[in-house]
């Protein structure tokens, strides 16, 4: 009976047998650690799959990329395209060239209210301007595009090779960021124009000279952690130079961050080139720029001539850089949620499930 009891009341443990253990996980051989950087690099096809898949099922951000890709596929086919005197794009969405004066030529007057023929109104200088707003998109976009390009590809270069080496030359770079982060970025934008003057590529200029210096600072704390990984030990082992290291390895999985700040980093030059352009800074008066539009209808914001109210030719201008800026961060929002690391590992837990 007691020996009964004695047997119940005992809790047996299997599985830890004597036998040795080999430990691959502390492994430094080579040839291990180059199977599995193979196998992390079979599954990050996987992850970004899974990022598409739970990027398409978020309806805010679906919304702001149709209206993102709208605008600009109007902006382009908003006016014909020359280059070189050839044209490479007859389409003309906008009734009316976004210069043209049409009081001259047209039964209208300065200030005209929306209406069938002109939808959003006739500014000040008698233009149209639904034709304006089409074509401002041109600008805005493009710079913003442009300077984003500039500017993440400069930042990323700075950035890793910063992280990778460390260091004095870590040192040194990073107290150039430090330097250049100290300023507001539409600070020094502003006294880039004022040197260089107003112009399309003088805006690129403004917000791309210094722009790149956040990228750097991020890519740079993502490349001080991704180094250290198996794969890289594993590619330096097998004889790779640090260019490739650097631009084959460590760059690719260090830059979802950089990702998610260039989406956004677009509607900040969207605004940071409006709010130049309403200061007289900008493209020139006649541009029909977003923020130039607002800036000629400047004194017509409360009151236009006869104590009327002329809402018209602020309100759509003003609301073509809300809706596109919204839409930018919705979709920077959505990339950011999609390449979060520990979002991505719960949707493939539940995928296990």
């Keep these: 009976m007691s020996k009964g009891r004695t047997e119940r009341g005992r809790i047996r443990i299997t599985g830890f047998d004597t036998e040795p ?5 502390n492994s430094n051989d080579p040839a291990e650690l180059t199977d599995r950087g193979k196998k992390t690099r079979t599954e990050s096809p996987r992850r970004w799959q899974r990022g598409v898949w739970q990027f398409s099922r978020n309806r805010s951000a679906l919304i702001g990329l149709c209206i993102v890709v709208s605008m600009s596929i109007v902006a382009i086919l908003a006016r014909p395209i020359e280059i070189w005197g ?43 301007i639904f034709s304006r707003v089409l074509a401002g998109g041109r600008y805005s976009i493009s710079i913003g595009l442009i300077v984003v390009l500039i500017t993440s590809t400069v930042g ?38 004022a040197m260089f003057g107003s112009g399309y590529w003088q805006l690129v200029i403004a917000f791309s000279l210094f722009g790149w210096a956040s990228y750097a600072r991020l ?37 979802p961050p950089v990702i998610v700040l260039a989406t956004l980093n677009i509607g900040t030059v969207v605004i940071g080139v409006a709010a130049l352009g309403f200061l007289g800074l900008g493209l020139s008066p006649a541009t029909a720029e977003w923020g130039t539009m607002l800036e000629g209808a400047r004194d017509s914001i409360i009151h236009g001539p006869g104590g009327d109210v002329r809402w018209w030719v602020t309100v759509f201008p003003g609301g073509a850089i809300f809706l596109f800026v919204l839409s930018i961060n919705l979709i920077g929002d959505a990339i950011n949620d999609t390449l979060d690391t520990r979002e991505s590992d719960t949707a493939a837990r539940n995928e296990l499930w």
């Design 156 to 193: 990323v270069v700075y950035g890793s090779i910063s992280g990778y080496y460390g260091g004095w030359i870590d040192e040194f770079l990073m107290r150039l960021v430090d330097m250049i982060l100290a300023f507001p970025g539409l600070v020094l934008a502003l006294a880039i124009v």
């Design 86 to 128: 050839v044209t490479v794009q007859p389409v003309s969405l906008a009734p009316y060239p976004p210069s043209d004066i049409l009081w001259l030529t047209h039964d209208v007057s300065p200030y005209d209210p929306p209406s069938v023929t002109h939808p959003m109104g006739i500014d000040g200088e008698g233009r149209d």
């Design 21 to 25: 253990v080999t430990d691959r996980e």
């Design 219 to 255: 890519i740079r704390g993502e490349v001080l952690n991704v180094k250290e990984s198996e794969y890289v030990v594993a590619a330096k082992a097998l004889g790779a130079g640090d260019l490739s290291i650097i631009f084959r390895h460590i760059v690719p999985n260090a830059i």
